[in-house]
């Protein structure tokens, strides 16, 4: 690429750094170049294990090193994608090194704004993200709060990020971790129901892989449908349910095993764990 090329380029986004090389912020990493918004020569991530700088070498083309102060001195946008219990070390650590000129945005989960500020102590331009896991395969449901004093134009860039892995929400903060008991849980949600499928196949003679490749990718068009259609979910199921046949005949048992509020609940179950976690 040439150095005109990589100047066009950066006008998208400045400088990101990665404090935490793991499968989130690599994948994120990657979104974000295969996206234009960057080139891997300026992304730079920190971690101490050498097998998750490895890892995100290799897929990024991005450098890696052990420091984080290195990565926070030689970076713009600050992604603070360590474990949520190792993120009051590590800016205490950089407490120092992240000035007004850094956006910091927190993909830790349950860490709250307050948390992020008072380990900072003055205030900066933050952000706090909730995604999950299929931002992996670029398919995630993130959503995200600012803080401190981010911007408008701080908001427009991470969603601009976001959007590079799948789709992206700003939302108020208090509202997170509802977005946590329903999409950050819920690809397990959605693996249970593939599961079970399946075993509904196994049990009527149907093999093993079949039917679990059947299940996966009847929830995946289904789910499509949805969002390309934007169709309400219950017109969608009465266009499948024809008068006195089969469907129909399924949705009456889920209706009396109660599916429906069993989904709702394990929402509920969720967003509060997630409340208590925040809180603690």
């Known amino acids: 690429m040439s150095d005109t090329q990589t100047t066009t380029m950066n006008t998208v986004l400045p400088r990101v750094g990665f404090i935490g090389a793991g499968k989130m912020a690599t994948a ?22 050498v097998g998750a700088r490895r890892d995100f070498e290799k897929v990024t083309g991005a450098k890696a090193v052990e420091s984080n102060i290195a990565v ?22 950089l407490r120092g090194h992240i000035t007004a000129e ?21 205030r900066h331009r933050l952000v706090r993200v909730m995604p999950n896991t299929p931002c992996l395969i670029g398919e995630s449901a993130s959503a995200f709060c600012i803080g401190g004093t981010a911007t408008a134009d701080d908001a427009k860039l991470v969603e601009l990020m976001l959007s590079s892995v799948g789709i992206a929400f700003q939302l108020p903060e208090i509202t997170l971790d509802a977005v946590t008991g329903l999409s950050g849980s819920g690809p397990a949600y959605a693996y249970l129901m593939i599961e079970a499928l399946s075993d509904g196949g196994v049990r ?6 079949i039917a ?24 969608l199921k009465d266009a499948v349910a024809s008068p006195g046949g089969t469907t129909i005949a399924g949705l009456h048992a889920l209706e009396v095993g109660g599916l429906r509020g069993t989904l709702m609940n394990a929402v509920q179950a969720a967003t509060l764990r997630s409340r208590e976690l925040s809180q603690s």
């Open 204 to 209: 009527m003679g149907l093999p093993r892989d």
């Open 212 to 235: 679990t490749r059947l299940a996966a990718q009847t929830l995946l068009g289904a789910a499509k449908m949805v969002l390309e259609t934007r169709e309400h979910p219950g017109a």
């Open 72 to 93: 926070a001195n030689a970076s713009k946008i600050l992604v603070i994608s360590v474990k949520p219990q190792h993120v009051k070390h590590v800016l205490h650590e």
């Open 28 to 49: 994120l990493a990657r979104g974000i170049c295969l996206a234009g918004l960057t080139v891997a020569e300026d992304l730079l991530a920190a971690d101490v294990l």
């Open 102 to 122: 850094h956006l910091v945005i927190s993909i830790a989960a349950g860490v709250t704004l307050k948390t992020l500020d008072e380990a900072l102590r003055d």
